[in-house]
């Protein structure tokens, strides 16, 4: 099991305040740990035009739209997060 560089081991989700604190744009390593997906297999559903949710292309690397990543897993922006999620 490996570690990002903020922490997070590879088979473990994000949680609601973090999937609402990502940027505009976020990698496909990201968003594929988002849906609960594995890094290469996110890569894999990219380049075959599969993954769950809109991919931009951008010279040789591939963007999510976190709204798009959001609305895919019914994550609604404007809802306060939890009282225990900010803990």
Same mark, same amino acid.
């Given at each position: 099991?490996? $570690? +990002?560089?903020?922490? *997070? *081991?590879? +088979?473990?989700g994000l949680t609601r305040a973090e999937l609402l604190a990502l940027p505009v744009t976020? +990698?496909?390593g990201t968003a594929a740990r988002a849906l609960g997906l594995g890094r $290469?297999?996110?890569y894999e559903l990219a380049r075959c035009g599969e993954?769950?949710?809109?991919?931009l292309r951008i010279r040789s690397s591939y963007r999510v739209p976190t709204a798009d990543l959001l609305r895919v897993l019914g994550v609604d922006p404007g809802d306060a997060p939890d009282a225990r999620e900010i803990a």
């Open positions: 099991m490996t $570690s +990002d560089a903020i922490g *997070h *081991h590879e +088979d473990q976020v +990698d496909i $290469s297999t996110g993954f769950p949710c809109r991919v």
